[in-house]
Every structure is written in structure tokens, then in C-alpha cells.
């Protein structure tokens, strides 16, 4: 029974969003901490280093970092707010269930016999309707271990084939291309790179706004005389004074990265000794690129002729360069070809491997990178190993004190899950570091979904507005209540610290799944008594994948400031570079430096395809979606902070004038945006810096004011990436009739 | 080591993160002294930080009829002193880069301190600390002519006939000359016609 007991504005009022403000310790100048510690941000994959100001088991404050070398004390407003995630009026300090007559629509129960509550409905669907009834839903904002662990239990404690994470709207299509071109999947330089490039090529980032701290690099770098080119349909910050700013179609980007390619051969502009030995796959693809001829690219992209050979002479002529994508490139129902059609240019210039010649996808979540290497995802187990290649089960299973075939097969996209819930085949969930109802499109659908569901259990701190469809829900920890590792943007692995316990009956994640395996009466393997011995696990478990986290220790991370993987071994200090000339790798085992057998990279055939949904007459404007500084994904922490809630209240749809006046809006004035899927009305905030063809709202919010009610479930077919940078609408001025 | 202040607004990306940590700030939790605002939103998603630039001779403290706004020996210019406020605003009309604040809630003047608490023991400023563009940035001269070799320290200013020098620098492109555009001078003497309001002031 997963309907929501109450309705959305009692469990509001009881659960919140409310906003915590500086108050009482934290308002008082003079207090003086009793201890300072050191970790890292609870938002993004920046993984910024600070220390937090602790008094009687609050944090009441921050003191910048300034000896971490990726950010030296530089934090964005979330990072400086973010303690405010903590002794808030709406964290949960007890175990709930569901409970209609309760005004607030749940009740406080022991939270033993919560635990035990769901480790009985997870043997009656189990018992009743197979092991794969039961699904398990992750996320990458967990550290290492507690994503390692949630993988763990799945395939051993529960037996489903069922697992899968919000890395799935995140990092897969930069993960999967990486995979098909590389043979690894991590940003292949560390950001020191970014300084002395002679070219910047940002596409579909809003560095500013997403990763803030990366845009010090990239200042840098042109303080040092590079040149920056940004892909985006709008100007956002980082495109501002950009040297060359090609404002994309929405859902064009392979047939731009096609063109540019074009022009390269054109010209020349090869590095033909880096291609004859280090590659395979260059001329099917020159093959391919040649019906993008500058003509017919600006015809699909959008961009003026003159920009796109612009960008194809900076960038084909330069020495080094740096190529970083986000989002804007990689939530697509071709998210995948448009990372394979940039990382072509890469290639083809010959430039990786080498300093200052980079490419790097910008992770979102704070453990984007990490939460996406050792087994959550429906595919994978650890140390990046491929649940279908019975070599890879068979170690695994060895480690886990298994059989390999007591192992389930591979599972489906979490997407796919929310399918098979409608369908009645997925009867039970249990969920933890994931708002799907925010953040997956089609919001409607995915609600519906929810509530088919037999038994819902949810892991969280905040009752999110997933967790408001729960039948049980058990208080979890806050980032600041635990310990473990990350992996950040880079791929530099470093250590979560705790600074406060977690209050009242709430418990670290790791000990509430083992709490469940033991009320389920299987505690084989969930019996570790700390974070550290979790990891102890992960390191074996990880040794001779391509994520080789085995010789990395605590002791390393803080001795190094982090520690870049792969590494292999107890003396190997890390690899901040992949590729380098002459490095070893476990796969082309000294065949050179990529992850193949033969230790070349792939070129890979990038076919434009056009979005899954196009405008039409009926639907004439594109909508896109993304985030502003202020805010977080599906906003379950940002939107309970005060100060950043005051910094943008609400969401608001960016139009051009051009397309304003046609629809007779005004700055301010209310608009309806309506797609095939959902409407939504806010106010229009009129500005020239996005497409005309285009509008941009904001995916944080929930409910009526949810973007993500419009957006489209289309999605890629490798990755599984939705499409949430494209899908038609149309406009109405004034509010919905 | 002396350490200085430079402003580079090109390189503000409008986070907000200096508004957020300065309220931070030990001396004036709660409250942010730092204003920070697109230029023309509608056209650019250009902003600005403006935080205290502290004028050599501060016209806040020159205009002030209780003598209530002091500068340190090192030259930084403090929030007004409590028992001297009688929050009449003078300082605010007059400051020409509209740095301080009326807080009506405790009838004060307060202004950017430059963290006083902080730079007095060798700490950075909060909002210098946490910007993650560099629009902020407080180190040493050697340190800002090695990092951004494109851009110059500027400490002049003129408002009208007001020139004014700052303990605060303003980043600029190197390359460009400081340009004082004025009608009067562009004109034939003799063609002006009028007398000079300010000529006796």
C-alpha cells in the first residue's frame, strides 16, 4: 500500500520542506567549537574540502579548508549552508510507519519492530511472488561502502536481480562512452590540467552553477592565454566571456561534434601518428562524418557556419586542450553517441594521455564517480566488474563466500524498474538516497507506479516526497554522521569524515541494512562493525577490476590529500592520468595504454539521430531542464536551508524575448508550459541569454511546481539515460485554464 | 607578507557564495555586507561584487556628523561605533561605491570589515575564501601579477572631481588605458558659456 496517507499539504506541514536558519549555538558569535573537523561537501562531485565547527554534537558552522589542493577553502553558497542540513525541525529521529488516521499521516514506531516489519514483508513478496519481486533502489550520494554494501545485499541477503541507483539519471551515458572508447570509465586527467590548456572546450556544463569551483580553472587557464569554447543553448556564467560560444539545438550535439570532426579532416588537422598507433576505428568514422559539411551542420545545430569553422580551426590547431561534458550532452535518448562524437575530437587530435591534454565528464552527485564503480548498478559488481562475465561472478562470488551461480543475472535500469512495478511484476521496494517521485520524468507516471506497490520501505533522514509513498520508513544518516570514502570529479578517491552522531533512534545506513539482513535471518556477510572494514572488503572485492581500489587505505587518503584510482597495490601511490605513454594496465596488460586487449582506444560511429520527441505544430517550443546554484537535485536537503531557498524561491521559466513577445509574456508575468505529459505554470523571467526556440526551467522542486512533470521518459538505449535536456511544449500566457 | 584585496568582477559568476559566507562572519552573524547584483539581467547574466574598497580617505567617515566611523592603523574602515550611530544615513548616500547598510533593527551603520577578525590574525576574508571564480581573491601583489598575468591592480578611482585611492584593488584588462571621458574638456573654452558651479569648492 503505497498511497500517500494524507494529502501532499498536511504531510507538508507535518514533514516539511520547513527552512533552518541560524539560530540559538550557531547564531552566537562568541561559541567556540569543540572540534573542527575536516571532510568534504555533502553536495556535489566537486567533493569540496571543509572543515565543519562542532558544538554538542551540532555542527554550527564552517571554517574554509584551505590545505585541500582541488578547492584551497573555495566552497559554492550550498557548500557554505550546508551545515544547516543539520538539527533540522524536519529530520527523522524515529522509525515511522504509515498511518492514514494520523494527521501527519504517519506514526513513530521502535525501530526494531520497523526493521522487523520489513524483513517480513520482504519474505512474504519474496515467498509469494519470487525473489526478483522485491526491488532495491540506490544512490550515488552514498560513500563507497554503503554503495558496495547496497550491491552486496541485494545479490546475496535478497537474491534480487533488482538493484539499481540515481546514477542512472546521472553519470551513465558519460560512463557508458567512456567505456566504449576507453575501455575505463573516470575523467582521464586530474583538473590541474585545466591550467595551461591552450583550449577549454565545455560542452553541455553549467560549470558555474553546477560545479562552481571548476570555473577557477578554467579563469586560470585563460589568464594563462587559453582559449574557451562552451556548448550550451544558453549563456549561462561560464559562457559569458567565452572566446567562442556555439548555442546549440537542444539534442544536436553529435551532429556539431560530427561537423567539427569534418573540418579537422578537412584540414588536417590530425595527429596521424596518434591515430596509426594508439587508436582503432578512424576511418569508419572519417567515412561517417563526411555528410557533415559546415553547411549542413549549421543547418542542424542551429550555430552559424562561421562559428562552427571557428571552433574547428581552435580546436584542431591547438597544442593542448581540455574537453569536459555535463549533462547537457549526456541526458539524451542519444546521450551516449554525443559523448562518443566529442570524445572523436579527442582522439583524433591525439591529445589525452599527456598533461594538459584532457578530457573529463563533470560528475553531478557527491559519489557520482565512486557510487557508479562497484556494484549498485544493475549490471555491474565490484571493481567494475561485468555481473554477466562468468569469470568476473566467479571472483566476486569467491569473495562473498558465494556460489557464482547463487548470483542473479543482470537487472534493468531503475526507469525499467518503475515500468515493471506498473506491471505488477516488481512488488515490493525498498529505497534509500533516491527521490524518484522529483527526479525521474513523466512524474506522474512514476507516482502511479509507487503507488502499486505492495510494500514500500524507505531509508532517509528527511521524509522526502518519495518517502512520503512509504509503508516503513527508517531513520538513515546524514553525510556528516558517518565515515567512508568518495570518489570525486577526478577520480581522486578521499575520506568522509564523521562529525556528529545521528540523533535520537536514526542510524549510519550500512548498519540499518545489516539490520535487515539479520531480521531476515541471513547475516552472512553483514556483520561489519565499521565503515573501515566495509572498505577492508571493497579493496579485495576491487583488486584486478578496472577500479582498483586495492591499495588504497584511509591511512593513504589522508596522507596524499586523496588518492587517484586505479591502485593496485600497497606502494602504488595512485594514477592521477590515465593513458599516459607506457602505462600498464590490467587489460592490455602492456599492449599500451588503453583499456582494451590491444591497448588502443576506439574511434566509435556517432549516427546523428534527432530527440525522441520533436517540436511540432502542436508542441512548437523546446523545452530543457537543469539546475541553478542554489539548489541540489531533487532539493530533499536544499529545500529545508533557508538561506538557499532565499537565493531562488521558486522556479521560474527562462524565455527570449523574441518568443515572449509572441505569446504576449512580460517579464515576471505567469506562464502555462504544457507538454504531452503534464502543465505546469510559473513565472516567466524574459532574457536573452537561451535560444529563442527554447525554454529552461529548473528541476528541483516537487508537485505542482515539478519540471519533471513535462519531461519525457524517452530514453538511450545503452545508457538508459533519460531524456531530460529535450521534449516539446507549448506555451499559454497567464495560468492554466 | 602583505597581503591585499582584488576585486575582478569578469569573473563573477553570480553565486552568491561571498553574500552567504560573509553572514558567516563572526563579527556579524546572520547579516551579509556584501551586495552583489546583475547588471542587467535581462541581457547578461552579468554580476557584480561590491564589498568595502576602503578609501584612503573614506567619504562615509568625512560626511559623518558623529564622527562615528573609523579606519585602523592598516587602513581598513569599520562598521560605525554603536554608541556614536545616530543612523542618519549620510554615510550611505555618500559612499561613492554604496558600500554600507542601514540596519534599521539596531539604528546602525555596518559595512564590510574586510573580516577584520580574520585579516588581523593572517586569515583570509570569508568571502575571498570561499568565491570559487577568483572574482574574490586576497594574497600578495607578487601572488596576483604571477596568477593573472592579462589583468592590472587599479586603486584609483574618480567621481567627478573626486579622485579617490583604496586599500582595495580592482582587477582590469591590462591592455586597456584608463580613460576620463569629459564634455567640458572635449569642448572650445570658449564655446562653454557658463561658469563653473565647483570652481570655488
Redesign the interface.
Known amino acids: 500500500m503505497a498511497k500517500l496517507p494524507r494529502s501532499d499539504d498536511a504531510l507538508a506541514s507535518a514533514w516539511g520542506p520547513h527552512l533552518n536558519r541560524?539560530e540559538g549555538a550557531r547564531?552566537?558569535?562568541?561559541a567556540e567549537p569543540d572540534k573542527l573537523v575536516p571532510t568534504h561537501c555533502c553536495f556535489c562531485g566537486q567533493q569540496c574540502g571543509i572543515n565543519l565547527k562542532v558544538k554538542d554534537n551540532l555542527v554550527i558552522?564552517?571554517e574554509?579548508r584551505?590545505d585541500f589542493p582541488f578547492?584551497k577553502?573555495?566552497?559554492?553558497?550550498k557548500?557554505?549552508?550546508r551545515y544547516l542540513q543539520g538539527g533540522h525541525p524536519d529530520r527523522l529521529t524515529t522509525a515511522l510507519r504509515r498511518d492514514p488516521s494520523a494527521d501527519a499521516g504517519f506514526s513513530p514506531m521502535p525501530y526494531g519492530e520497523a526493521v522487523n516489519r520489513v524483513a517480513a514483508e520482504i519474505e512474504r513478496v519474496q515467498k509469494t511472488c519470487g525473489p526478483h519481486a522485491f526491488g532495491v533502489l540506490s544512490g550515488a550520494s552514498l560513500t563507497t561502502e554503503k554503495a558496495y554494501l547496497m550491491g552486496k545485499f541485494a545479490r546475496v541477503c535478497l537474491k534480487t536481480k533488482h538493484i539499481d541507483y540515481n546514477g542512472r539519471l546521472c553519470m551513465v551515458s558519460a560512463g557508458a562512452a567512456n567505456k566504449k572508447a576507453f575501455g575505463i570509465d573516470r575523467s582521464a586527467n586530474p583538473w590541474d590540467d585545466i591550467l595551461e590548456a591552450e583550449v577549454v572546450l565545455i560542452a553541455g556544463s553549467n560549470t558555474?552553477?553546477c560545479s562552481?569551483?571548476t570555473?577557477?580553472y578554467v579563469?586560470?587557464a585563460?589568464?594563462?592565454?587559453g582559449k574557451l569554447i562552451v556548448v550550451d543553448p544558453r549563456?549561462?556564467?561560464?559562457a559569458?566571456?567565452a572566446d567562442l560560444f556555439l548555442p546549440v539545438k537542444p539534442g544536436r550535439d553529435v551532429a556539431l561534434f560530427n561537423g567539427i570532426l569534418h573540418l579537422m579532416i578537412e584540414n588536417d588537422w590530425l595527429d596521424h601518428a596518434f591515430i596509426e598507433q594508439h587508436t582503432a576505428g578512424f576511418d569508419a568514422v572519417a567515412e561517417h562524418v563526411q555528410q557533415w559539411t559546415p553547411k549542413r551542420t549549421a543547418e542542424v545545430t542551429g550555430i552559424a557556419e562561421k562559428s562552427i569553422r571557428a571552433a574547428a580551426e581552435l580546436w584542431g590547431t591547438a597544442k593542448t586542450s581540455f574537453l569536459m561534458h555535463a549533462r547537457g550532452i549526456e541526458h539524451h535518448s542519444h546521450g551516449v553517441e554525443n559523448c562518443l562524437s566529442a570524445i572523436n575530437l579527442v582522439l583524433a587530435s591525439g591529445r589525452i594521455g599527456r598533461p594538459c591534454c584532457a578530457y573529463g565528464t563533470v560528475v553531478g552527485q557527491g559519489n557520482g564517480q565512486g557510487g557508479r564503480e562497484h556494484g549498485q548498478k544493475c549490471d555491474q559488481l565490484p571493481g567494475w566488474r561485468d555481473i554477466s562475465n562468468p569469470a568476473h561472478r566467479e571472483y566476486v562470488a569467491g569473495v562473498w563466500g558465494v556460489k557464482p551461480e547463487e548470483l542473479p543475472e543482470a537487472g534493468v535500469d531503475c526507469y525499467e524498474m518503475m515500468r515493471r512495478i506498473d506491471a505488477g511484476e516488481i512488488k515490493g521496494l525498498l529505497s534509500i538516497c533516491f527521490n524518484p517521485k522529483v527526479s525521474l520524468p513523466d512524474n506522474a507516471f512514476v507516482t502511479r507506479a509507487l503507488e502499486k506497490l505492495e510494500f514500500f520501505a524507505v531509508i532517509d533522514f528527511f521524509l522526502s516526497e518519495t518517502a512520503q509513498h512509504a509503508d516503513i520508513v527508517l531513520p538513515g544518516s546524514l553525510h556528516e554522521e558517518d565515515e567512508g570514502v568518495v570518489a570525486q570529479v577526478e577520480g581522486r578517491v578521499i575520506k568522509i569524515n564523521k562529525a556528529v552522531d545521528p540523533p535520537g533512534d536514526a542510524k549510519q545506513d550500512w548498519r540499518v541494512i545489516q539490520d535487515i539482513a539479520r531480521a531476515l535471518g541471513r547475516p552472512h556477510g553483514f556483520t561489519f562493525d565499521s565503515p573501515r572494514a566495509i572498505f577492508d572488503e571493497l579493496r579485495v572485492a576491487s583488486k584486478g577490476g578496472v577500479a582498483d581500489y586495492s591499495g588504497i587505505t584511509y591511512e593513504k587518503i589522508d596522507a596524499q590529500n586523496g588518492v587517484f584510482w586505479p591502485c593496485p597495490s600497497d606502494d602504488h601511490p595512485g594514477t592521477p592520468r590515465l593513458f599516459e605513454p607506457g602505462s600498464w594496465n590490467p587489460v592490455a596488460k602492456g599492449a599500451g595504454p588503453f583499456y582494451f586487449p590491444d591497448g588502443k582506444a576506439r574511434f566509435n560511429v556517432a549516427a546523428y539521430r534527432p530527440p525522441a520527441e520533436d517540436v511540432d505544430d502542436e508542441y512548437p517550443v523546446i523545452l530543457t531542464t537543469g539546475r541553478v546554484?542554489?539548489q541540489f537535485l531533487s532539493g530533499t536537503q536544499t529545500r529545508r536551508i533557508g538561506?538557499l531557498v532565499d537565493?531562488y524561491p521558486e522556479p521560474r521559466v527562462e524565455i527570449h524575448?523574441r518568443l515572449a513577445q509572441k505569446y504576449g509574456i512580460a517579464?515576471g508575468e505567469t506562464v502555462t508550459v504544457e507538454s504531452r505529459r503534464g502543465t505546469i505554470t510559473l513565472p516567466a523571467?524574459?532574457?536573452?541569454?537561451i535560444r529563442p526556440d527554447t525554454v529552461f526551467i529548473p528541476y528541483h522542486w516537487p508537485g505542482r511546481k515539478a519540471a519533471n512533470q513535462l519531461t519525457i521518459a524517452a530514453q538511450d538505449p545503452v545508457s538508459k539515460i533519460p531524456e531530460y535536456k529535450v521534449c516539446a511544449v507549448r506555451l499559454t500566457r497567464g495560468a492554466a485554464r | 607578507m602583505n597581503l591585499e584585496f582584488f576585486v575582478d568582477p569578469?569573473?563573477?559568476?553570480?553565486?552568491?557564495?561571498c553574500?552567504?559566507?560573509c553572514?558567516?562572519c563572526?563579527?556579524h552573524?546572520?547579516t551579509s555586507m556584501i551586495h552583489l547584483q546583475y547588471v542587467d539581467?535581462?541581457?547578461?547574466?552579468?554580476?557584480v561584487p561590491v564589498v568595502c574598497m576602503h578609501c584612503d580617505s573614506p567619504t562615509c567617515a568625512e560626511v559623518c556628523p558623529a564622527d562615528a566611523i573609523k579606519r585602523t592603523g592598516d587602513g581598513v574602515v569599520q562598521t560605525a561605533r554603536k554608541p556614536r550611530c545616530i543612523a542618519c544615513n549620510n554615510c550611505v548616500l555618500a559612499c561613492p561605491f554604496g558600500v554600507p547598510k542601514m540596519q534599521s533593527d539596531f539604528s546602525l551603520m555596518m559595512k564590510c570589515d574586510m573580516c577584520y577578525d580574520r585579516t588581523s590574525v593572517g586569515l583570509?576574508p570569508?568571502c575571498a575564501?570561499?568565491?570559487?571564480?577568483?572574482a574574490l581573491y586576497f594574497g600578495t601583489r607578487e601572488e596576483i601579477e604571477r596568477?593573472?598575468?592579462?589583468?592590472q591592480a587599479l586603486n584609483t578611482f574618480k567621481f567627478g572631481r573626486q579622485t579617490i585611492t583604496t586599500k582595495v584593488n580592482m582587477m582590469v584588462p591590462k591592455d586597456e588605458s584608463v580613460q576620463n571621458v569629459d564634455v567640458l574638456s572635449a569642448m572650445e573654452e570658449s564655446a562653454v558659456g557658463l561658469g563653473d558651479p565647483f570652481e570655488n569648492v
Open positions: 541560524m547564531a552566537d558569535s562568541g558552522g564552517f574554509p584551505y578547492n577553502g573555495m566552497l559554492c553558497p557548500g557554505v549552508k558555474a552553477e562552481p569551483i570555473t577557477n579563469w586560470q585563460r589568464e594563462n592565454g549563456i549561462t556564467p561560464i559569458r566571456t546554484v542554489s538561506p537565493q524575448p517579464d523571467q524574459v532574457v536573452t541569454t | 569578469n569573473r563573477c559568476i553570480g553565486c552568491q557564495s553574500v552567504a559566507a553572514s558567516e563572526d563579527t552573524r546572520g539581467r535581462p541581457i547578461s547574466v552579468q554580476t583570509k570569508m575564501s570561499v568565491c570559487p571564480s577568483g596568477l593573472r598575468p592579462k589583468s
